[in-house]
């Protein structure tokens, strides 16, 4: 069955640096969360940890950089 035009979502990657030294690559964050450029996706990023966090029972690492993925 083929699938409905625009049913496909478009994300963005982004490489997220976090204070401890440690490296998550490929971060997908919703293209239209981007609106007003890339400085939302960190907001979009942390939201995500935060989720990942409450799940685990870890606490979420702070982030020290975010660049957009090659």
Do not use: C, H, W
Not at 22 to 50: K, T
């Amino acid at each position: 069955m083929a699938k409905k035009p625009g049913s496909r979502a478009e994300f963005v990657f982004f490489n997220v640096t976090y204070e401890d030294g440690s490296l998550r690559s490929n971060r997908r964050v919703p293209a239209d969360a981007l609106a007003d450029g890339d400085g939302q996706a960190r907001a979009v990023i942390e939201e995500q940890d935060r989720a990942v966090a409450e799940k685990s029972g870890i606490p979420p690492l702070t982030i020290k950089s975010i660049d957009r993925a090659a």
